[in-house]
């Protein structure tokens, strides 16, 4: 009788006429049980077959050599896709449908991940948001160049999840929506004040600006969008309604009706949650409205390691325990938490749909090896939102004392002309 | 120059002809002051005056003797309402505008409240939530007989915060709108299972049999509600699809479409949030959807402690943060919050106002004291619910893998008929 690990470790004696299986595939189908055994198929380069204990493969991974394969044993988490990124690690199949099956096995396997992210995120300690550490940390990734961000985030050039009104939304109607839907949510009217904490290449605040007549301060320490931004604001003429100020939101000052932070909160750090909770309190006028649009988590757990140390240093989404350290020493009172993970799936199937069309023309612009990394995120969180590994949090708070509340949140969906 | 604490104790030199203040009145006004000088004016039984050092009292309370002054300098927060529960303490004027000043004073006075209030949580630690400390906790309140409540709480019978579609709504059309949104929030459908843990008299388990055609079992542990409970299933032909249990929600066992608990959670005991956490995992079916419902507050703090000792022994109201314990121990993924605290406002103020009509009869079935202690708690949930004391939170949840969700919330808002 073959059963268990053993078994699976032993030669398969389905197929006699097959040579026992070497060390090599022994160790890989190790590693694969420890991962809940995903319905992948792995090729080594000696031509030999790891296949999964069950079920047909979603897809194939081809290992180039044994140093790829050790570098995969010691460190998966992170080797997975620094291999794919060099070619190391060839994948043939769906790339989404192979980080679903990965992602899917590894809720599977239960805690098993849990415990290994822990010990990854102990491995790799996301890089500190400190002054100087965030301007590092946000040049990695924003400042890679405006043409190439360009190329896919659509008209709107919104880099944050958006809001599917129904699924059959265009990427650029759901970054509108989006807009709209965090508008309403603030009950922004015209001749208020906002200020934004991180605001990308600027589109929310001139939609404040155009659409809602408001007058904007947007923070930013990434100095490539903020010559977007500022471009598109003398574009658009809204110069006289709408400020970029190129500094860190921890220098935030004045009053103002709302405060508006979306797809910031990622790169803040926990140690500043408290900060930035303070300076939201500090800067709401009477009846003041503030939203933090954030990626989230379920439970408090560390970013995928690759994530964090290939593509968002100093990045971390937080559980809504932990956001609640931004609210509660200030008394903030929450309203209203909206989890719209599934938006954020489809907005980055749109992406990478974009990205898929233009993969020479970024080629071209960095390497082949930036092409398949930035390929490799983008699918893989995919499946990472699918799959409920990472959530998003809309949060509507304000100050304790504000009774100057709508009843029930009716006006957040007006009929449909 | 007189300023400051001092000045505050020595005589009121407007006013030269009034006699020296005793060292009562400056004992009474140095506590006031610590309490942010609420405009409410003091009168000793001696007949001396001691009035806020600004602004038109909004009410006077005539202290008895010098044992209640005593009293109530050493421990205010437990001998104000036990005060006015004897009548030692005498209120003329509006109760609500008492307390709300004395909630907006204690707000002013900042960080003192909060800080007093921690060594009250301290000094009056909340009785345990063991199986049987619950029984005795839910008994002290909930079995006083369904003849006292059936006096003022309205057609439902609902004792939880209603849902005002409109603030000109009745209590009857908010408590059944309550039920309502609560069942579109859980997407409740024809034939579905429901796990109720906690059902008062059963307002909510009758409804969803009704309305919404699903089959309900019902948990409490007050025997008196569910004797009216089991009365109205029968009397509605509905005791095939709803089943009353006599138990403790810690036995809730079997698998549901939904879990719903409205109004349990301030008497689990934060203790006991993650077991009710894993209890709600365990008894979710694939694609099942859970709701918690419960009293909450901006930050972790303990119920004011004559609420805990006099009105709801060992209940607590949690922050976010506290309430998240429940759902992130296992992955449970919180889809919505709604913070509908103005809605308790407004519920209390028709409690009271059917209370007030109907004190002859209270006082007959119990006594005097009696109906003075439920018009102060009913007063001061007002204040404490209208200031941002309390909260009320309405928490959405299912399993992490559940992708059978709606993309928006505009569901929970159909067009008015």
């Known amino acids: 009788m073959n059963t268990g690990l053993g078994a699976r470790l032993a030669p398969d004696t389905r197929h006699p006429a097959r040579a026992r299986a070497s060390i090599d595939a022994r160790l890989l189908r190790r590693l694969l049980i420890g991962m809940g055994d995903p ?21 194939s991974v081809a290992i180039a050599d044994r140093a790829t394969l050790f570098a995969l044993l010691r460190d998966p988490q992170l080797r997975f896709g620094d291999g794919y990124t060099t070619g190391q690690l060839r994948i043939e199949g769906d790339l989404v449908q192979l980080m679903l099956a990965i992602y899917r096995s590894g809720t599977v396997a239960g805690d098993g991940g849990f415990v290994s992210g822990r010990l990854a995120g102990w491995m790799h300690r996301p890089r500190r948001n400190s002054f100087s550490g965030s301007r590092d940390n946000i040049h990695h990734h924003y400042d890679l160049g405006n043409d190439f961000y360009r190329l896919w985030l659509g008209e709107t050039m919104a880099y944050t999840c958006a809001y599917y009104p129904t699924a059959a939304a265009t990427l650029d109607e759901a970054q509108v929506a ?3 839907h965090v ?6 009217r015209a001749g208020e004040t906002v200020v934004e904490a991180g605001c990308g290449w600027g589109g929310l605040a001139l939609h404040m600006a155009r659409r809602y007549g408001a007058r904007v301060r947007a923070f930013n320490i990434s100095r490539e969008q903020l010559e977007y931004a500022r471009a598109q604001a003398q574009r658009s003429g809204l110069e006289h309604l709408v400020e970029f100020v190129e500094d860190d939101y921890r220098n935030i000052t004045g009053r ?29 006028a009477e009846h003041g409205r503030g939203l933090i649009h954030s990626i989230g ?16 240093p100093g990045a971390y989404a937080p559980s809504l325990s932990e956001m609640m350290q931004i609210f509660e020493p200030w ?35 960095f390497d082949d090896n930036f092409v398949r990394m ?12 699918e799959t409920g590994a990472l ?3 809309q949060v509507v708070f304000t100050a304790r004392d504000n009774n100057d509340l709508p009843l029930t949140r009716r006006f957040l969906y007006p009929n449909e002309s």
């Open 39 to 59: 319905p992948v198929e792995f090729r080594l380069w000696n031509g030999e077959r790891v296949a999964p204990a069950a079920g047909a493969p979603v897809a």
């Open 178 to 180: 989006k807009m709209d």
């Open 183 to 188: 508008c309403r949510k603030l009950r922004l």
């Open 256 to 284: 103002y009706d709302v405060f508006a932070s979306v797809g910031m909160l990622e790169h803040v750090g926990r140690e500043n949650y408290a900060e930035l909770g303070r300076i939201a309190r500090d800067c709401l």
């Open 297 to 312: 988590r379920n439970r408090p757990e560390p970013l995928h390691p690759w994530i964090e140390r290939r593509i968002f």
């Open 331 to 365: 008394e903030l009172s929450v309203l209203d938490v909206e989890n719209i993970r599934l938006h954020y799936a489809l907005t980055l199937r749109h992406w990478l749909e974009r990205y898929e069309s233009v993969t020479d023309r970024i080629a071209a612009m």
């Open 374 to 385: 930035w390929r490799l995120y983008l699918a893989g969180s995919i499946a990472a939102f």
């Open 391 to 393: 959530q998003l949090f």
